[in-house]
């Protein structure tokens, strides 16, 4: 089963992503560190996010080893990602990737913006996962602050506005996609009702085309 997680920044859809793999025993991977990844080489070499020639080289030659850098969750490394994420050769570059994992066998969940609609509209599972933006820039600094990073709220916020400006193109939910608004959930409440939805899922399914519950 390919469980399709999509959806804002800081909606709280990677934190439910990571949880609904450990529940099933599938494999996790949060799309966005890819960007990040790619952003943040940009970065360390010296580039800027509208090099996009260079940026789709090194999108190009992705490393899986990236995904371990230090710095991969700062600010900044969001920021670039939001920035190189509106590069079609870079998404492209990224795409094979994301479409190779999801397809595993067994099974994946995938979280991001199009995996829904574009990495895997096959998947039998898919959650729009989204929150009011107020809520969503005081979870991003708490998350900040506890790592011990210096920001101003307002600033994350600013910050969010823009990353959903930049995102909105590729991030539109799939026709199918079950909506779960976590502005006033805990987490609890989130995967509860995420579990619900995939246990239906399996359920139509096993009964309509003989494809394994997860």
């Not at 009011?132 to 600094?141: I, K, L, P």
Request: with cysteine; glycine share 8%.
């Amino acid at each position: 089963m390919i469980i399709a997680v999509d959806g804002p920044a800081a909606s709280g859809k990677g934190s439910l992503a990571a949880r609904l793999a450990a529940h099933y025993g599938l494999p996790h991977l949060d799309t966005g560190l890819l960007y990040r990844a790619v952003g943040l080489r940009v970065r360390l070499e010296g580039l800027r996010a509208n090099d996009t020639d260079a940026a789709i080289s090194i999108a190009e030659s992705f490393d899986p080893a990236w995904l371990h850098h230090p710095e991969l969750r700062n600010r900044e490394a969001g920021a670039m990602a939001s920035a190189i994420a509106v590069i079609p050769g870079v998404r492209k570059a990224l795409r094979d990737y994301q479409q190779h994992f999801a397809m595993q066998e067994g099974g994946a969940v995938l979280d991001g913006r199009d995996i829904g609609t574009v990495i895997a509209p096959m998947a039998e599972v898919k959650l729009w996962v989204t929150a009011d933006a107020a809520v969503r820039a005081g979870r991003r600094f708490r998350e900040l602050v506890a790592r011990g990073q210096h920001v101003s709220e307002a600033d994350i916020l600013a910050d969010l506005m823009r990353r959903d400006a930049n995102d909105a193109p590729n991030m539109v939910p799939a026709a199918d996609a079950v909506t779960i608004d976590t502005s006033a959930m805990d987490l609890n409440a989130v995967f509860a009702r995420a579990v619900a939805i995939v246990e239906e899922r399996a359920r139509a399914a096993l009964a309509g085309d003989g494809v394994p519950s997860c």
